[in-house]
């Protein structure tokens, strides 16, 4: 069975910096890409990074180039989502998710991920 946990969400505010954790089971962690996704009320669940340890991806939105970073540490399981220079416009549910078999130039689709974890909330406290 597959899980993901996420961890490290909470109150933020214009400059910060916060660190997200995804920790991954029951998946094969060197061969899955794993990525990050956020969504705010009303709005379509949005790509914001992905690395593949199989493809050798590693990538950020545009939106968030320069500030985020995504990291992978296989020995645990993990994921990492650092977020530096935060800007109201980051606040969202932030979620991880994972395939075995996403194509490169489908990694910043939603469609493409089949495993999810259960979000974690990033919000403004400003």
């Known amino acids: 069975q597959v899980q993901l946990v996420e961890s490290g969400g909470g109150l933020v505010r214009p400059g910060d910096s916060l660190r997200l954790s995804c920790v991954a089971s029951?998946?094969?962690?060197?061969?899955?890409?794993m990525a990050w996704f956020r969504q705010v009320p009303g709005k379509e669940r949005e790509f914001v990074a992905v690395?593949?340890?199989?493809?050798?991806?590693?990538f950020v939105a545009e939106s968030v180039k320069g500030r985020f970073t995504i990291s992978r540490d296989s020995s645990k399981n993990t994921v990492t989502l650092q977020m530096n220079n935060l800007k109201p416009e980051d606040t969202a549910v932030y979620y991880c998710t994972s395939s075995s078999s996403v194509i490169v130039s489908r990694m910043r689709s939603r469609s493409a991920y089949n495993y999810w974890g259960q979000g974690s909330p990033l919000t403004d406290s400003s």
């Open positions: 690395t593949s340890q199989r493809t050798g991806s590693n």
């Open positions: 029951g998946v094969t962690f060197t061969r899955n890409t």
